[in-house]
């Protein structure tokens, strides 16, 4: 199966959103909003001066004469008409008083006896932020599905809300499977390894603002691995494992969800992570990633992390991608789209790094993004190539 295929596949399984909660703003970034938000003013509600300065009418003031200043406008504050051949002292923020059309900046007004002069060409409604620039009234600037940032979080405060409707959060368990795996701090035998795929799983979760819950490690013995999911499957909305999902005897991941609800196999077009596997048991969607470290990660970020957020109740991102010119050779076309971990050198061409090998984890920290190799393709220098940097898929 292709990558596009699966994804969509696994997307269309997905039925209602989660349900919402109520919560202070301060406490929504992170989350995904579940309401549609509407600006019940125009903001900022009233014109304002942009700078520090001096309102005019422009009709009514001839440049390089002493005029009165007639009142002083600081923010906050309510100011009366501008009195005709006036001028009033006026502050960042303040509202624009009536009968004047512009500001002028301080740096640009000379201070004579008290009285202000002004040298330089006044246009009219030069430095006023006009009500509504901003937002309008009545005006949608939020839809649902919305991951909130910390800009967002401000927006909301500037419309003067104090609360926000958001999915509740999924909780997500995460396994990792194999006699071979030791925790860190244990000592390691012959042939075993440290479980570094839980501890990223866990992590790369935890970035996306849902709660986990650290699940351990199955071991290779069917009914073990039945006993734990069947446990897994109460508590959570979404189990994670990696590896054990191949079709080897020591696999036995796939065998267990079949026993308690059904699941595909699949064995996906891209390198790393062929294989990879989906299903429920009853409404706790189970996915099933490769162990190899690399392709644990490369299937998290292009598979699991969509349906993740799309479960959760969000808006599914498209993947930002840049094109460009790759500094490398690729003489291996492959029947599946390839993603090669690499990063922009200085000369802004593409460069992979030297070991592409999926267990080779350092091959991500030491990269800063993925170049897609399209099926069948092979590479020379100058070829311009997909590029998806890391901060972009996760
Ligand atoms: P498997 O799919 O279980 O056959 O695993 C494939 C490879 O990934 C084997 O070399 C495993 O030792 C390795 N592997 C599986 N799970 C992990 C893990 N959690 N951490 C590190 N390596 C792993
Ligand atoms: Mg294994």
């Known amino acids: 199966m292709t990558l596009d295929d699966a994804i969509k596949f696994i997307l269309q399984t997905i039925g209602s959103n989660p349900e919402s909660e109520t919560v202070p703003i301060e406490k929504s970034s992170r989350r995904f909003l579940a309401e549609r938000l509407s600006s019940n003013d125009d903001i900022p509600p009233f014109d304002n001066s942009q700078v520090d300065g001096y309102a005019v009418n422009t009709n009514h003031i001839q440049l390089n004469t002493p005029i009165t200043i007639s009142q002083r406008i600081p923010a906050g504050s309510n100011p009366y008409e501008l009195e005709k051949s006036t001028t009033a002292r006026i502050f960042t923020g303040a509202v624009i008083p009536k009968s004047s059309d512009a500001i002028v900046m301080q740096e640009d007004v000379k201070i004579e006896n008290g009285q202000a002069v002004f040298v330089k060409k006044i246009l009219p409604g030069q430095f006023i932020r006009k009500r509504g620039c901003d937002l309008k ?193 690729w003489s291996k076309p492959n029947d599946r789209q390839e993603f090669l971990r690499g990063k922009i050198n200085e000369d802004g061409k593409l460069e992979i790094f030297k070991n592409q090998n999926s267990q080779i984890l350092s091959s991500i920290c030491f990269s800063e993004g993925l170049i897609e190799i399209p099926t069948k393709t092979s590479v020379s220098k100058g070829d311009k190539l997909r590029y998806y940097p890391f901060s972009m898929i996760l």
């Open 137 to 329: 009234k009545n005006q949608i600037f939020f839809e649902s599905g919305r991951l909130l940032s910390a800009a967002d979080v401000g927006m909301c405060a500037s419309v003067g809300l104090k609360n926000l409707q958001v999915f509740k959060k999924l909780k997500i368990g995460v396994f990792s499977s194999g006699d071979e795996l030791k925790q860190p701090g244990e000592k390691l035998n012959a042939g075993e390894i440290y479980d570094s795929n839980r501890p990223m799983i866990l992590s790369l979760i935890k970035a996306l603002g849902l709660d986990t819950l650290d699940m351990g490690c199955l071991p290779d013995d069917l009914n073990q691995t039945i006993k734990q999911i069947a446990n897994a499957s109460d508590k959570v909305d979404i189990i994670l494992t990696c590896g054990g999902v191949s079709v080897g005897e020591e696999d036995h991941i796939k065998a267990a969800v079949e026993t308690l609800g059904s699941i595909n196999l699949w064995r996906i077009k891209i390198k790393p992570g062929k294989p990879f596997a989906f299903g429920y048991i009853g409404k706790t969607a189970f996915m099933g990633m490769p162990g190899n470290p690399v392709s644990a990660w490369v299937t998290f970020a292009l598979l699991c992390r969509p349906y993740i957020i799309k479960r959760a109740g969000g808006n599914v991102p498209g993947n930002i991608t840049l094109f460009l010119e790759s500094n490398f050779e």
